[in-house]
């Protein structure tokens, strides 16, 4: 699903209360995932973005990455979409720390080598 509002990073609108919200900032906080966290019950602006892109619902998380809106998204999902949207920005979004062998395939890196 796509938004026309152009996002430089990424930005994960949540609401209070919600376990799909918590658990996925938590992996990504784990992860060094940076990103922008909104409420959307504290900004209507946030709320209306989400309902654009789901068709009218407030369904969270939903993840936006450049021109993409990701609803309910895994950890994996978001960073092939920082790598197609963000490519340039990848390690600073989503740098690979404790886990490299992971990351480098999550990346594509290195597929094909030997180790």
């Known amino acids: 699903m796509s938004s026309s509002t152009f996002v430089d990073g990424i930005e994960v609108m949540w609401r209070p209360g919600c376990p799909f919200c918590r658990r996925l900032r938590s992996a990504l906080g784990k992860r060094g995932i940076s990103t922008t966290d909104i409420d959307i019950w504290s900004v209507p602006e946030a709320a209306a973005r989400v309902r654009a892109a789901t068709g009218g ?52 890196l290195g597929q094909g080598a030997t180790s």
């Open 57 to 108: 619902d407030e369904t969270v998380p939903t993840v936006f990455i450049g021109r993409s809106a990701l609803v309910n998204p895994s950890v994996k999902q978001i960073v092939a979409a920082v790598q197609r949207e963000l490519p340039d920005r990848i390690g600073e979004l989503a740098p690979a720390q404790s886990e490299p062998r992971k990351w480098r395939a999550m990346f594509g």
